[in-house]
């Protein structure tokens, strides 16, 4: 078989309205030479929108599937050689693709090795967050129960620290293997890798921390390759409790089954985001496809006719009515990849937006934060 496939479909969409490729990016001659070179299949225009959580925008020009910690560190060492930018997928359970699609090369990370040693928990970095709380939640260790609730990556995981139900990454994490800009493999533990509320310095590299610039791919300076927990043995029983408590929470407080990428904003000291959305009127408003959830305000859910652009359009003014009523700008949790347009608002009228239904205030932030 062939080391790459291109998708024909996607690159009329893309071609329609996607800026230029870099300058010297020839994809055909990248892909030949990393099927050569490093043995994986390489896919040309490959549509990204079922391979994240939101289930919106465009294709990559070239994308590939790291299948072990081998082939993402060879991968990522051959883009940076060659200076083609680069971004990391897990389970794009915290971003929002461009329409236009990324340019470049997208790198899936499913790298999905793990074992028990002792008290240890050992994963790659594209173990599922949720496949490492039933693992070792099997073994009786505590401490990675959380992990249920988060529908990424461990990578992912380390990048955001991120965490549910009072626990988070920086609490179980011993360290991680981390890549780093100039090519070395270093041991991190979390005061190292700057852990502190959804952040860790891996998410801050080359610009704001909330929006990846429009227009630029987020080529990562720093890449997870696996990571270690440090856990503690419990009764199963109670390990087990735990675990359908999370559960349990979540069906009765998330939209479940509608495609959404979590928590939309960070919390801002002292308060919950979606309590501020709520407050603000905002549950239930809609543009094109992509609509507030009225379960959990802080989560924006899209149908199969939503665009990455209604549901831009809709966060922004989501943010400008909690500013306009409380002079609070939330800070974006999820990331916008790819090729944006440039301004904040996506081009187009303000078409869609319907009034909120009218909702009571939330009464205490628990009842709208996870
Ligand atoms: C329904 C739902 C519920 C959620 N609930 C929670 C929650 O309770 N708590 C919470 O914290 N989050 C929650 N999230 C958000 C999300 O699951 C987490 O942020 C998760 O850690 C993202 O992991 P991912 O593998 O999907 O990363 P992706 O979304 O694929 O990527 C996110 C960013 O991380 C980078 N990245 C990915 N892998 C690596 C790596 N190996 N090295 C370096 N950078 C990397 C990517 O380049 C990208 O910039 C929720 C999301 C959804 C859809």
Same mark, same amino acid.
């Given at each position: 078989?062939?080391?790459?496939?291109?998708?024909?479909?996607?690159?009329?969409?893309?071609?329609?309205?996607?800026?230029?490729?870099?300058?010297?990016?020839?994809?055909?001659?990248?892909?030949?030479?990393?099927?050569?070179?490093?043995?994986?299949?390489?896919?040309?225009?490959?549509?990204?929108?079922?391979?994240?959580?939101?289930?919106?925008?465009?294709?990559?020009?070239?994308?590939?599937?790291?299948?072990?910690?081998?082939?993402?560190?060879?991968?990522?060492?051959?883009?940076?050689?060659?200076?083609?930018?680069?971004?990391?997928?897990?389970?794009?359970?915290?971003?929002?693709?461009?329409?236009?699609?990324?340019?470049?090369?997208?790198?899936?990370?499913?790298?999905?090795?793990?074992?028990?040693?002792?008290?240890?928990?050992?994963?790659?970095?594209?173990? =599922?967050?949720?496949? %490492?709380?039933?693992?070792?939640? &099997? @073994? *009786?260790?505590? /401490?990675?129960?959380? +992990?249920? #609730?988060?529908?990424?990556?461990?990578?992912?995981?380390?990048?955001?620290?991120?965490?549910?139900?009072?626990?988070?990454?920086?609490?179980?994490?011993?360290?991680?293997?981390?890549?780093?800009?100039?090519?070395?493999?270093?041991?991190?533990?979390?005061?190292?890798?700057?852990?502190?509320?959804?952040?860790?310095?891996?998410?801050?590299?080359?610009?704001?921390?909330?929006?990846?610039?429009?227009?630029?791919?987020?080529?990562?300076?720093?890449?997870?390759?696996?990571?270690?927990?440090?856990?503690?043995?419990?009764?199963?029983?109670?390990?087990?409790?735990?675990?359908?408590?999370?559960?349990?929470?979540?069906?009765?407080?998330?939209?479940?089954?509608?495609?959404?990428?979590?928590?939309?904003?960070?919390?801002? =000291?002292?308060?919950? %985001?979606?309590?501020?959305?709520? &407050? @603000? *009127?905002?549950? /239930?408003?809609?543009? +094109?496809? #992509?609509?507030?959830?009225?379960?959990?305000?802080?989560?924006?859910?899209?149908?199969?006719?939503?665009?990455?652009?209604?549901?831009?359009?809709?966060?922004?003014?989501?943010?400008?009515?909690?500013?306009?009523?409380?002079?609070?700008?939330?800070?974006?949790?999820?990331?916008?990849?790819?090729?944006?347009?440039?301004?904040?608002?996506?081009?187009?009228?303000?078409?869609?937006?319907?009034?909120?239904?009218?909702?009571?205030?939330?009464?205490?932030?628990?009842?709208?934060?996870?």
């Amino acid at each position: 078989m062939s080391a790459v496939e291109d998708h024909d479909a996607a690159a009329a969409r893309a071609s329609a309205g996607s800026p230029a490729t870099p300058p010297g990016f020839d994809p055909a001659a990248v892909a030949a030479e990393i099927g050569r070179r490093i043995g994986v299949k390489v896919v040309r225009n490959q549509p990204l929108a079922r391979l994240t959580t939101l289930r919106v925008g465009g294709p990559a020009d070239l994308y590939v599937v790291a299948r072990n910690a081998f082939e993402l560190r060879a991968l990522v060492r051959f883009a940076r050689s060659r200076d083609i930018p680069h971004v990391l997928l897990g389970r794009g359970s915290n971003v929002v693709v461009a329409d236009a699609g990324i340019r470049g090369l997208v790198i899936a990370v499913r790298a999905e090795g793990s074992r028990i040693e002792g008290e240890r928990y050992l994963a790659e970095a594209g173990v =599922p967050m949720a496949r %490492a709380a039933t693992e070792t939640s &099997a @073994a *009786g260790l505590a /401490g990675l129960e959380f +992990g249920l #609730a988060i529908p990424g990556t461990v990578g992912g995981a380390v990048w955001a620290n991120a965490g549910a139900h009072g626990a988070d990454v920086a609490a179980v994490l011993e360290s991680a293997t981390v890549l780093t800009a100039d090519g070395r493999e270093v041991q991190l533990g979390p005061s190292e890798l700057g852990l502190a509320y959804r952040t860790s310095r891996l998410k801050v590299p080359s610009g704001p921390s909330d929006v990846t610039p429009p227009g630029r791919a987020a080529a990562p300076t720093e890449v997870v390759l696996a990571a270690a927990f440090r856990l503690r043995p419990d009764d199963p029983a109670a390990i087990r409790a735990r675990l359908d408590e999370i559960r349990r929470w979540r069906r009765e407080h998330q939209p479940l089954g509608l495609p959404s990428a979590g928590s939309v904003f960070r919390n801002p =000291p002292g308060d919950a %985001a979606g309590r501020l959305v709520e &407050a @603000a *009127g905002c549950k /239930g408003w809609q543009v +094109g496809g #992509a609509r507030v959830s009225e379960r959990h305000a802080n989560f924006i859910v899209t149908d199969g006719r939503a665009r990455a652009a209604d549901v831009r359009r809709l966060a922004e003014r989501v943010r400008a009515a909690v500013e306009e009523r409380f002079g609070i700008r939330l800070e974006y949790e999820v990331v916008f990849l790819g090729d944006w347009p440039a301004d904040d608002e996506p081009d187009g009228p303000d078409e869609g937006l319907m009034d909120p239904p009218p909702s009571p205030l939330p009464k205490r932030p628990s009842e709208v934060d996870r």
